[in-house]
């Protein structure tokens, strides 16, 4: 049996983390934790999340119970979640990181990490989101530089960094497929620009409204036709169900830095 830990387990996607552990066959909740200042510290992990009584207090530092956990899931902030990274780093444990918003500075040090330890990183954990990716490479590998490409995005109001970490990773594997570089080519909005559409960019637009989970198009567009590769959340149980698997995936393997395209099998290139 897997013993998780949870980061941020009184927000929304920490509720359903807990809901996810409690429910997935070889991993158990084994500590969670909460901001310092939370009015919740104390309380009952399980009562907070809705699934009965676990025994398992919100605690402000996981460090006070790292006897109790195995591995580390960290939906959290970046601040957050380099902290968590110290103290797995640290004590030898393994992390599950569905984080965004990382500057290039942090995302060095958690590769400097995974020597030590495995870590899976992912800015989405949804088992259809990976498989867009791949359907993504696939179209790029094909249509090649005869469309225009255009990523969009929605979440929750809530939602701080934009464009969201999953379509900053779409981008990615579009540029890197059709040999572009995305610091280079992505155009984050048009205000102000008077000039014609250049064939290589990648257009980001965002938006951010209301309870949306999470919703992600990727356009490419040709004279007289387009395709358009969509995945749509409903719910985030989707993106907690994958971090078990990613946990129960990761929980044998050797330090290393994996992604959900490791977990699932797809890294193979396409023809």
């Known amino acids: ?48 999340a809705r699934v009965g009584a676990l025994q398992i207090p919100l605690v402000d530092d996981l460090g006070k119970n790292k006897e109790t956990f195995d591995l580390l899931i960290d939906f959290t902030r970046p ?10 780093r640290d004590q030898g444990k393994a992390m599950v990181i569905g984080t965004t918003g990382f500057t290039k500075e942090q995302r060095q040090e958690i ?11 992912a800015p989405n954990m949804s088992v259809g989101v990976n498989l867009c990716l791949k ?3 696939m179209a790029a590998s094909v249509l090649k530089d005869d469309v225009d490409i255009e990523i969009i995005e929605a979440h929750h109001r809530h939602k701080v960094d934009s464009p969201s970490g999953t379509a900053l990773r779409m981008g990615e594997v ?21 000039s014609e559409r250049p064939r290589e960019s990648i257009g980001f637009s965002s938006l951010r409204a209301g309870d949306i989970v999470g919703e992600h ?24 169900l994958g971090a078990m698997r990613a946990s129960q995936w990761v929980s044998d393997k050797p ?3 994996y992604d959900m395209q490791d977990v699932l099998g797809l890294l193979k290139k396409v023809n």
């Open 111 to 121: 590769t400097r990490a995974a020597i030590e330890i495995p870590i899976v990183l």
């Open 1 to 48: 049996m897997i013993r998780v830990a949870i980061s941020g387990a009184a927000g929304r996607m920490g509720r359903s983390l807990i809901q996810a552990a409690c429910q997935y066959e070889g991993i158990t909740l084994g500590a969670a934790s909460e901001y310092p200042d939370s009015h919740l510290i104390g309380s009952d992990a399980g009562e907070v």
């Open 217 to 240: 198009t990727v356009i490419f567009a040709a004279e007289g036709e387009r395709i358009e590769i969509s995945h749509k959340a409903s719910s985030r149980m989707t993106f907690a």
């Open 79 to 88: 601040e957050v979640s380099m902290a968590n990274l110290v103290l797995c």
């Open 135 to 137: 359907l993504l490479e």
């Open 174 to 194: 579009v540029a890197e497929t059709l040999g572009r570089n995305l610091d280079q080519c992505a155009i984050y909005g048009r205000q102000g620009l008077r």
């Open 255 to 257: 330090p290393g830095l």
